[in-house]
């Protein structure tokens, strides 16, 4: 069965420093997003992307996050300067349709900030 | 008024049992109700959702009951089994579709 794809599964970082979590969305979805996860807590939306352009961001993705579409099969989140509180797991999803379509999610990345 | 609002934080069932999560929400302009199942370790998997046009919706032991007037949603496990525990979150969708709102989420432990 095809699945949403994440590397990698463990980052740790200094505070300060860049990094890029991996995403390779299923094969014909359309649809791309990320969500975060702090521990203990509920999952929250940070971005959603279709047709090489942000849809929609809410206002924890300010302009330390950004995301790509580098080629046809990967999509990235990139935090410029990494702090304490990014500590979190991030989700990738992605539908085929987007507007109420199933959204399937990868197994997530946690990002280790010390 | 963009969240949903999940009960309880924690649930223990006996196998055989029914497992119940409530949840509610403001935002009349959600249009679509999912609720996730997540084991640890791994990303939140689709379990069943439901339109606000229709007001239940079973998939083998699992039943969505939707109130739209109370702006209120569930899900009931029938016949819970030890291989249901997982965190379940319920969310919701607005009809732009862009983005999925998520409840804090139920930790479900049914006991053999």
């Known amino acids: 069965e095809p699945e949403v794809t994440q590397t990698p599964s463990h980052q740790v970082t200094q505070m300060g420093q860049e990094v890029i979590l991996r995403c390779v969305p299923i094969?014909?979805?359309?649809?791309f997003y990320w969500y975060r996860q702090i521990l203990g807590q509920k999952v929250e939306f940070l971005v959603s992307?279709?047709?090489?352009?942000?849809?929609?961001k809410s206002e924890i993705f300010d302009d330390q996050f950004s995301v790509e579409r580098p080629d046809g099969s990967n999509f990235t989140l990139k935090i410029r300067s990494t702090k304490l509180e990014d500590s979190a797991m991030y989700f990738c999803?992605?539908?085929?349709?987007?507007?109420?379509?199933?959204?399937?999610f990868g197994a997530g990345t946690r990002l280790s900030v010390l | 008024q963009q969240q949903v609002k999940q009960s309880p934080q924690s649930l223990i069932v006996q196998k055989g049992g029914i497992s119940i999560i409530n949840c509610a929400y403001e935002?009349?302009?959600?249009?679509?109700f999912p609720w996730y199942q997540q084991f640890p370790g791994k990303g939140p998997a689709l379990l069943i959702a439901?339109?606000?046009?229709?007001s239940e919706k079973k998939e083998g032991r699992f039943t969505i009951s939707f109130n739209k007037s109370a702006k209120q949603f569930s899900l009931h496990i029938m016949d819970s089994q030890p291989g249901d525990s997982a965190t379940y979150f319920c969310?919701?969708?607005?009809?732009?579709?862009?983005?999925?709102?998520f409840g804090a989420g139920t930790i479900l432990r049914v006991k053999s």
């Open positions: 439901i339109r606000p046009d229709v």
């Open positions: 935002n009349t302009a959600f249009d679509y």
């Open positions: 094969s014909n979805h359309l649809y």
């Open positions: 992307f279709y047709n090489n352009e942000i849809s929609e």
């Open positions: 999803a992605s539908s085929v349709l987007g507007g109420l379509d199933i959204q399937y």
């Open positions: 969310a919701a969708e607005g009809r732009d579709g862009n983005k999925l709102v």
